[in-house]
């Protein structure tokens, strides 16, 4: 297998393309882990995080992007990564377990008009442009009253020093030009990584105390 890597906008995120299907042309077009905990749903991804430096992994129709953390160079964490992907998939093992949840259901049925509107806007128009450099985006809520639209930046787009950019000029001019509705464009990724990684620091700290106790 021969794996070939794309840089993003984000120094901290690369795209590793294996040259298989990763999630494919199925429903999931991106699953992304932002914790260890998340990443057991998957043996690739509990596989990657196992690996020093690494911050977080998004799976794409044919790529895997793997973020870092600043104080981990390339040289070093690519060779792990490249190995972990390499045996996944030759291992013919499934990238995600049967059994596990798909967090990203959404209730279209309960959605008004307006944030219909948004979420075919962002998902014809935003998404596949910011998938292409190795990112994704959810929507995550939208309030009538003051106009504001929260998404999270997934993959590249996180920590990314374009990222207020693309909301800025990109989404956010584009979701008020067509709906005027839309006043702002809000990226709360990092507020709801926080409160993962806050939750899997409690659980942490109950399994340890248990284990003190024991």
């Known amino acids: 297998m021969f794996i070939q890597t794309a840089t993003t906008p984000n120094e901290d995120a690369l795209q590793f393309i294996p040259g298989v299907p990763v999630l494919g042309s ?34 794409g129709g044919d790529f895997v992007t793997v973020r870092k953390h600043t104080d981990y160079p390339w040289q070093l964490l690519k060779p792990d990564v490249y190995a972990a992907i390499m045996d996944h998939f030759a291992s013919g093992r499934a990238l995600i377990r049967d059994d596990a949840d798909d967090s990203a259901r959404e209730g279209a049925g309960h959605d008004s008009e307006i944030v219909v509107e948004i979420k075919e806007l962002l998902e ?9 450099d190795g990112g994704d985006l959810d929507f995550v809520s939208f309030n009538e ?20 950019v693309t909301l800025k000029h990109g989404v956010e001019g584009m979701l008020s030009y067509y709906i005027p509705e839309v006043t702002a464009v809000e ?15 409690k659980l942490e700290a109950e399994l340890q105390s248990k284990l003190k106790s024991k």
């Open 187 to 201: 990226d709360v990724g990092d507020e709801l990584e926080a409160q993962a990684q806050k939750e899997f620091g």
């Open 124 to 132: 014809s128009r935003v998404r596949p442009a910011i998938q292409e």
């Open 145 to 164: 009253g003051s106009g504001v639209v929260r998404i999270r930046l997934r993959g590249a787009c996180r920590g990314c020093a374009s990222s207020s």
């Open 26 to 59: 199925g429903s999931m077009r991106t699953v992304e882990y932002t914790t260890p905990r998340e990443a057991l749903k998957s043996p690739l991804a509990t596989r990657l995080f196992a690996i020093e430096g690494v911050r977080g992994i998004m799976y």
